[in-house]
């Protein structure tokens, strides 16, 4: 059984630009839009080899699934180092209108790496957040951050680090705003 699993269903919300070259093949990214139950929707990164990117499904405002893996790897800046998360690309196909049910699923299958957190929102709902390192071939790890909410939270709060551990759920994305400095600045994560 695979460790990491991510099928996504949306609309292409901007046409794919390069990204990267590794082993002479390149790779290009683009935004995938995927709608929740809330009626709002996530704005997603989706990372393609060359030898997936077909023009004619992969186009602005096209409805495609992608079915991949979620990947992590760190952004150095002078100032710091940002974890980034991308969707994989495996497969990408025209979506069967029965399959739209349940358009973001993720099964990621790997161990705690950093102590939870446990945590209230400011409604009182009851949070935790993890760092699960999921393996991949040639001794890589994707790092993915997680958050438990309600029950799964007050489980997930005790868990120590190495607990292996089998999270579904889905991928979001969300707007915050953080304070730089005097100036404060809408982010989207």
Sequence with gaps: MENNIITL???????????????EENF?????????????????PV???????NKEIIKENQKIKV???????????EERTKLILTVFAKEISLPVDEEEENPNEIF?????CKTPVYRKTPFGREITDLIVAVNRAF???DYIPAIAWGKNAVY??????????????????????KR??????????
């Excluded at 901007?14 to 990204?19: F, L, N, T």
């Excluded at 990621?108 to 705690?112: S, V, Y």
């Excluded at 730089?180 to 994560?189: C, D």
């Design 9 to 23: 269903t949306g609309s292409v919300e901007s046409e794919p630009v390069y990204s990267h070259t590794v082993m």
């Design 28 to 44: 290009y990214s683009f935004i995938l839009r995927v709608p929740r139950l809330s009626q709002t929707d996530d704005l997603l």
């Design 47 to 53: 990372t393609v080899s060359e030898k997936l990117y």
């Design 67 to 77: 079915k991949g893996q979620l990947r992590s790897y760190n952004k150095f800046t």
């Design 108 to 112: 990621i299958n790997g161990f705690i």
């Design 139 to 141: 001794n890589r790890s």
């Design 156 to 177: 997930a709060q005790n868990l120590e680090v190495g607990t292996n551990v089998m999270v579904w759920g889905r991928l979001q994305s969300r707007n915050y705003n």
């Design 180 to 189: 730089l400095s005097e100036n404060e600045v809408e982010i989207r994560r």
